[in-house]
């Protein structure tokens, strides 16, 4: 692990929700992922980047202020996170076995559990900077999965975009037991996560990790994910459909509810067809997008 730093955002209690799930799609550092504790919502950052998030926190704070937002900016600070050992047994109090989908179950280290039937057991531990599962823009990639896999969808190749802790690329590899997969990241982190996570799960040789850029990829499959922010799904519309092959799924997360159709309509308006956009269960603010070639 770096050298890590939280930025916390004090918040009114009944704007919390709304404010967490701002920061995780306005502010480019908070993507992976964000805590709510109490009345604060955090996110960490390396300590060398900590002044440039903190900066770019005050700023879109001061904006949503301006809105009417229970927010100060004065408000927002940077502090040391915890030790990662510390930082460690504070999740075992409440991170536990989580059933994501009706296949698909998160199991930490420190728990034991015993598959039943066709269950799919993904060994992850939290991570400071990327997803456990537990977020519903993760679970409903999950879910998007679990239907595929129900109608007899069988990909042997997938692109995993923006991959953090790999969670999405195991999750497939293992239902799939005949697939690969190429899980890619502009984080060096997120590489090197989703390649101790696949090896912790036992799929290490048939999930690539790659810095690689998407533009820079020729080979076309026939299941795409990409669970990362608007703007990003935005300006990688062209490259995303483009890599798709022919009768090919893409499954796009990430999204803020009101965001999810305008970015399913420019997909469509690219060369796509719409399957649905799917609303979380568990978090309504939150929704995905389908479509097919």
Same mark, same amino acid.
């Given at each position: #692990?770096?050298?890590?730093v939280?930025?916390?955002?004090?918040?009114?209690?009944?704007?919390?929700?709304?404010?967490?799930?701002?920061?995780?799609?306005?502010?480019?550092?908070?993507?992976?992922?964000?805590?709510?504790?109490?009345?604060?919502?955090?996110?960490?950052?390396?300590?060398?980047?900590s002044?440039?998030?903190?900066?770019?926190?005050?700023?879109?704070?001061?904006?949503?202020?301006?809105?009417?937002?229970?927010?100060?900016? #004065?408000?927002?600070?940077?502090?040391?996170?915890?030790?990662?050992?510390?930082?460690?047994?504070?999740?075992? &109090?409440?991170?536990?076995?989580?059933k994501?989908?009706?296949?698909?179950?998160?199991?930490?280290?420190?728990?034991?559990?015993?598959?039943?039937?066709?269950?799919?057991?993904?060994?992850?531990?939290?991570g #400071?900077?990327?997803?456990?599962?537990?977020?519903?823009?993760?679970?409903?990639?999950?879910?998007?999965?679990?239907?595929?896999?129900?109608?007899?969808?069988?990909?042997?190749r997938?692109?995993?975009?923006?991959?953090?802790?790999?969670?999405?690329?195991?999750?497939?590899? &293992?239902?799939?037991?005949?697939?690969?997969?190429?899980?890619?990241?502009?984080?060096?982190?997120?590489?090197?996560?989703?390649?101790?996570?696949?090896?912790?799960?036992?799929?290490?040789?048939?999930?690539?990790?790659?810095?690689?850029?998407?533009?820079?990829?020729?080979?076309?499959?026939?299941?795409?994910?990409?669970?990362?922010?608007?703007?990003?799904?935005?300006?990688?519309?062209?490259?995303?459909?483009?890599?798709?092959?022919?009768?090919?799924?893409?499954?796009?997360?990430?999204?803020?509810?009101?965001?999810?159709?305008?970015?399913?309509?420019?997909?469509?308006?690219?060369?796509?067809?719409?399957?649905?956009?799917?609303?979380?269960?568990?978090?309504?603010?939150?929704?995905?997008v389908?479509?097919?070639?």
């Amino acid at each position: #692990m770096g050298d890590w730093v939280e930025v916390v955002i004090p918040v009114g209690a009944a704007d919390v929700d709304d404010i967490a799930a701002l920061i995780a799609s306005e502010i480019p550092a908070a993507a992976a992922g964000t805590e709510q504790r109490g009345d604060e919502v955090v996110f960490w950052v390396d300590r060398a980047d900590s002044a440039a998030a903190f900066e770019a926190t005050r700023d879109a704070v001061t904006r949503w202020h301006a809105l009417g937002a229970a927010v100060d900016p #004065m408000k927002v600070r940077l502090s040391d996170a915890l030790p990662e050992a510390e930082w460690r047994d504070a999740w075992k &109090k409440y991170f536990k076995v989580s059933k994501l989908t009706r296949q698909f179950v998160v199991v930490p280290s420190w728990e034991r559990y015993v598959a039943h039937d066709s269950e799919v057991v993904i060994d992850l531990d939290p991570g #400071m900077a990327f997803g456990t599962g537990t977020h519903a823009s993760t679970r409903l990639v999950l879910e998007e999965l679990q239907d595929l896999a129900d109608r007899d969808v069988s990909p042997g190749r997938i692109l995993d975009v923006g991959c953090g802790s790999g969670i999405l690329s195991i999750a497939a590899v &293992k239902r799939w037991p005949e697939a690969t997969c190429l899980a890619i990241d502009n984080d060096q982190l997120a590489v090197d996560a989703t390649l101790d996570n696949a090896s912790v799960n036992r799929v290490a040789d048939r999930i690539e990790p790659s810095l690689i850029p998407l533009g820079e990829l020729t080979e076309t499959f026939p299941l795409i994910l990409a669970n990362i922010q608007a703007h990003v799904l935005r300006a990688l519309r062209e490259g995303l459909t483009a890599r798709l092959g022919a009768g090919g799924t893409i499954i796009l997360s990430g999204l803020l509810t009101p965001q999810a159709q305008p970015i399913a309509d420019e997909f469509v308006a690219g060369g796509l067809r719409l399957v649905r956009v799917r609303a979380s269960t568990d978090d309504p603010q939150w929704s995905s997008v389908t479509l097919v070639r």
